[in-house]
């Protein structure tokens, strides 16, 4: 493919990546022929001068924003103990891509490192990808990512103002809760994220998130409107985006939950 071609389909893949992301349903496609469509970008050759390839996703021009480069995820495997040690998100990502440590990673279709500004003053939480998350290799891409992207605008910022990860990077098999096991293997991964990362609050969506990270076994109800620490950053926890679409009743809370977010980062009353 010549240059100026892959400069085409790359500025498609971003102008693609930027309506998902700002939730225009506006397509002149159905949501099936979208999904086509970005599988399809998601998967196009990159043939370079030298006529050698490499696959380039939406996923890769997300961590690209990053300061990630896919193309040196080697790994297979991660050693024990090295994780702590990686100094940036390209360190961490070239040490855990290819993670086997627990069954999710032999049926993965993607690994969901993360999204977002790697300097981000906030991060939101989910548990683990689901089915587009999967596919996209990239967290809160489905119809509740839809939703926490207009949830994060509704606080007045973007999608590109905060960073959005999941305790497990792979995805469970038909969306099941994560194992203990899985979350004992995954979860230093996200623990270095936020040490690299350096938020000053995070956000977590959902019981299982909250639950999981505070190691308590406390209702959401119980552990909303607080806020919790983890590992020395200030932690809210609110509903999952998935729970408000099959409960709308839950949207009021969630917004008091945002709004509270916003107020104690930076003093905003939205
Ligand atoms: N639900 C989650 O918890 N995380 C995702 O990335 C998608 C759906």
Redesign the pocket.
């Known amino acids: 493919m010549k240059n100026d071609e892959y400069t085409d389909l790359k500025m498609l893949a971003t102008f693609v990546a930027q309506r998902m992301e700002m939730c225009e349903n506006e397509w002149f496609l159905n949501q099936d022929m979208l999904n086509d469509v970005v599988n399809k970008i998601s998967t196009f050759s990159i043939e370079s001068e030298e006529k050698s390839s490499k696959e380039k996703t939406l996923a890769d021009f997300a961590l690209e924003k990053q300061g990630v480069s896919k193309v040196s995820c080697v790994s297979e495997d991660i050693g024990d103990g090295s994780i702590s040690e990686k100094k940036s998100l390209q360190e961490l990502y070239d040490t855990v891509c290819g993670c086997l440590r627990c069954p999710l990673g032999e049926n993965r279709n993607k690994f969901?490192f993360g999204d977002g500004n790697p300097q981000a003053d906030i991060m939101f939480i989910?548990?683990?990808?689901?089915g587009?998350?999967d596919m996209q290799g990239l967290?809160?891409?489905?119809r509740?990512?839809k939703l926490l992207t207009r949830m994060i605008e509704a606080m007045k910022l973007s999608r590109k103002d905060v960073y959005?990860g999941?305790i497990l990077k792979c995805r469970p098999p038909g969306n099941r809760d994560p194992k203990p096991e899985e979350i004992e293997k995954c979860e230093p991964i996200l623990i270095r994220q936020i040490e690299i990362i350096k938020p000053e609050i995070i956000c977590t969506?959902?019981r299982i998130?909250g639950q999981t990270l505070l190691r308590v076994k406390s209702s959401l109800g119980s552990l909303r409107r607080k806020v919790h620490d983890y590992h020395g950053v200030k932690l809210i926890v609110t509903y999952?985006p998935?729970a408000l679409l099959r409960n709308p009743g839950f949207k009021a809370p969630a917004w008091e939950d945002l709004k509270f977010l916003r107020r104690e980062y930076d003093g905003m009353e939205l």
């Open positions: 969901v989910g548990e683990a990808p689901g587009d998350e967290p809160f891409v489905g509740a990512g959005i999941n969506l959902g998130s999952h998935a």
